[in-house]
């Protein structure tokens, strides 16, 4: 069974506009919560990564914020550029495995 | 100069068959990966091999079968191919299991 739900599945977005993508889990052993983007045809690579002790943080235009009670996790990209155009994967990590959400699809339009 | 690569690109063939997808990283990691991706994008991990040793063994059918003849090298040997398989296969590789993991281009399997 999925250990990370991810929401929504897909989502359209203006450019300038700001695209939320949710994760949520259960598991509380998980000690690492990173965001994978990938672009057709290519592997996914690392966006930017959390740790349960730190409520947000912020690279350039992307911002995770984490509420660790409420076992949610979001990633917020500001300013969406046609560029971000992608789909976006969160995922969670315990004993070194990473659990995958199911992906959100993320499409800007000009 | 690439980090992680996968040969085949793409892999066609017909039920029953054997066949291999070849890995290599030139990172200097020291641990390696196998996923799956499946067609609705969904990524589950296969395998992981730490020092060519294997660390992860995730509910894979015995057909696949992973070889890691040294630490740059991963590869993934499926016997008896079915439908089912049909996927696209991603190598990774990571400095130690905790780091973060550079994911290869994929191959994209098709069996027929």
């Known amino acids: 069974q999925q250990q990370v739900k991810q929401s929504p599945q897909s989502l359209i977005v203006q450019k300038g506009g700001i695209s939320i993508i949710n994760c949520a889990y259960e598991?509380?052993?998980?000690?690492?919560f990173p965001w994978y983007q990938q672009f057709p045809g290519k592997g996914p690579a690392l966006l930017i990564a959390i740790r349960p002790d730190v409520s947000e943080k912020k690279e350039g235009r992307f911002t995770i914020s984490f509420n660790k009670s409420a076992k949610q996790f979001s990633l917020h990209i500001m300013d969406s550029q046609p560029g971000d155009s992608a789909t976006y994967f969160c995922a969670a990590r315990r004993d070194y495995k990473l659990s995958f959400g199911a992906g959100t699809t993320v499409t800007v339009r000009a | 100069d690439t980090a992680v690569s996968q040969t085949p690109k793409y892999l066609v063939t017909q039920m029953g068959n054997d066949k291999s997808i070849k890995c290599e990283q030139n990172?200097?990691?020291?641990?390696m990966y196998w996923y799956k991706q499946d067609s609705k994008k969904f990524l589950k991990i296969m395998f992981s091999?730490?020092?060519?040793?294997?660390?992860i063994n995730e509910t894979v059918p015995n057909r696949f079968s992973p070889k890691s003849p040294d630490k740059a090298h991963l590869n993934l040997h499926i016997n008896s191919l079915e439908l089912g398989d049909s996927a696209v296969y991603f190598c990774?590789?990571?400095?130690?299991?905790?780091?973060?993991?550079?994911f290869g281009p994929g191959t994209r399997l098709t069996v027929l």
């Open positions: 091999y730490n020092n060519k040793e294997l660390i």
């Open positions: 598991n509380t052993a998980f000690d690492y």
């Open positions: 990774a590789s990571s400095q130690q299991q905790t780091d973060t993991q550079y």
């Open positions: 990172l200097g990691h020291d641990t």
